[in-house]
């Protein structure tokens, strides 16, 4: 899976939450988009509209989990 699509930020967002079961010190799901985001701030190689891409592909992989473990708020 591609670096920077939706699903590769999916897949690593529940790596991390599924390994929360068994760590002694639990990582929060905000804690989680915190430090991909300051992966893709702080990567040399991605500039501009590629930037931009991947921050928008993080939100909708956080906001895609965030419904899935918590449930989704009806409008």
């Known amino acids: ?3 920077g699509t ?3 930020y999916v897949d690593g967002i529940k790596r991390t939450l599924m390994t929360n079961s068994v760590a002694n010190e639990s ?3 905000l804690a989680i988009l915190r430090y ?3 992966e893709i701030r702080s990567s040399p190689n991605l500039v501009g509209k590629d930037k931009e891409s ?3 592909n993080l939100q909708k992989a956080f906001d ?3 419904d899935e473990v918590f449930g ?3 409008e």
């Open 1 to 3: 899976m591609p670096v």
């Open 72 to 74: 989704k708020i009806e």
């Open 27 to 29: 990582i929060s799901l």
């Open 36 to 38: 991909y985001e300051e």
């Open 54 to 56: 991947y921050k928008r």
């Open 6 to 8: 939706k699903d590769y």
């Open 64 to 66: 895609q989990t965030k």
